[in-house]
């Protein structure tokens, strides 16, 4: 999906935030996805408030250390919200909004 990331990217259509294991200094210090989304976390917030979707690919861990932030940052925001409570906003979210390509 490179090249349509970066077509969709050129119109505008999307914005494409990578994370480079090998080379972080290319991603502003994210080694992996979910530092990235951390890092960008306050645009992640006002993009999802905006109804933004959300495309991650990669392995299932990758898959569930995205969870994991998403859900860290879900109890943040919200006024006492449970881990049970931001886990079962997060399924709701599944090939809606969050959408994901993960794989063994």
Partial sequence: YA??????????????????????????????????LSHDREDITKLWKAGAKIYVCGSKDVGKAVEEVFLGMVQEAGNNVTPEKAKEWFDKQRNERYLTDVFD
Avoid: T
Wanted: overall charge positive; some cysteine; glycine content about 2%.
């Fill in 3 to 36: 090249e349509d990331f970066a077509n969709w990217e050129k119109l505008g259509a999307v914005d494409v935030r990578r994370a480079y294991s090998r080379s972080p200094s290319n991603s502003k210090d994210c080694k992996y996805v979910q530092h990235r």
